[in-house]
C-alpha cells in the first residue's frame, strides 16, 4: 500500500530535550516536505527536498533541521524544542515539487511544556 | 511568498444542505487543488484544476478555476456527515505547495 508513515504519531516532551521526527514514504517520490498546522494558519511549510541531499528552507525552518540522506527518509529534527513548536507535523511527499498531488502521512502531534 | 486567502473559516451547516467556500490570490497560479483533512488524519487530496475556467466534478463535489487564474471555488451538494473536516485550498509555488489556512465543515445530522 502506497503510504507516507510518521513517528511518533503523538509525543509530549520537555524544552531543550532533542527529538527526531521520522518520515518514511514507499512510492519512490523526489520531492519531501514537512509542514506544520496550527489552528487558524492552516499548513506552513517548514523545509523541503527536492531530491536526495538536496534540501531547503520553507516559510518556518527556525528550530528545525532535515536531512536527505535516502530518497525514502526525510526525518525532522529539532535541536532543541521550545513550548512555540507544540504543533500538529505533516511529511508529505510526492512526484516533484510542482506536479499537483501531495501524499501526507497521518500527522505527530507534539507538545513540549 | 504567495498567499491563498481563503473563506469562510468555519461552517455549521445542516445534512442535505449545499456548501460553497472559495480562495482567492494577488498571484496568478497555474494550478489549484483542495484538498480535505478527516479528523486525526492528513490532508487527501479531492479535486485539481489544471486550466482556467475548468469546471471539474468529482461525486457531489465541484471545484471551478477562476478565469482570472486568482480564485477557485469549491461546493458540496447534498451534505452528509461524513463531509465534516477542514477543507484546504492550495496551488504550487516555485519548489512548494502554498495552502489556504482551511475552512472547517461542520455537518448537523
Known amino acids: 500500500e502506497a503510504q507516507v508513515t510518521q513517528n511518533p504519531r503523538y509525543l509530549i516532551t520537555v524544552t531543550g530535550k532533542k527529538l527526531t521526527v521520522t518520515c518514511s514514504q514507499n512510492m519512490n517520490h523526489e520531492y519531501m516536505s514537512w509542514y506544520r498546522q496550527d489552528p487558524g494558519l492552516g499548513l506552513r511549510q517548514i523545509y523541503y527536498s527536492m531530491n536526495v541531499e538536496v534540501t531547503d528552507k520553507g516559510d518556518v525552518p527556525e528550530g528545525y533541521k532535515v536531512s536527505r540522506k535516502e530518497k525514502r527518509n526525510f526525518p525532522l529534527i529539532l535541536e532543541s524544542p521550545s513550548p512555540n513548536q507544540t504543533s500538529l507535523y505533516f511529511c508529505?511527499?510526492?512526484?516533484?515539487?510542482?506536479?499537483?498531488?501531495?501524499?501526507f502521512g497521518e500527522g505527530s502531534r507534539l507538545t513540549v511544556l | 511568498g504567495q498567499q491563498l486567502n481563503q473563506s469562510p473559516q468555519s461552517m455549521f451547516i445542516q445534512e442535505g444542505e449545499d456548501v460553497s467556500m472559495n480562495c482567492t490570490s494577488s498571484?496568478?497560479?497555474?494550478?489549484w487543488l483542495w484538498y480535505k483533512q478527516d479528523p486525526g488524519e492528513g490532508p487527501v487530496l479531492l479535486i485539481a484544476l489544471y486550466k482556467a475556467g475548468e469546471l471539474t466534478s468529482n461525486g457531489r463535489l465541484t471545484a471551478q478555476f477562476g478565469i482570472t487564474r486568482k480564485d477557485s471555488f469549491l461546493n458540496i451538494s447534498a451534505s452528509i456527515p461524513s463531509d465534516v473536516g477542514i477543507y484546504f485550498c492550495a496551488g504550487p509555488g516555485n519548489n512548494d505547495m502554498r495552502f489556504g489556512a482551511g475552512t472547517r465543515l461542520t455537518v448537523k445530522p
Open positions: 508529505a511527499s510526492s512526484f516533484g515539487a510542482n506536479t499537483g498531488e501531495l501524499f
Open positions: 498571484s496568478i497560479f497555474n494550478t
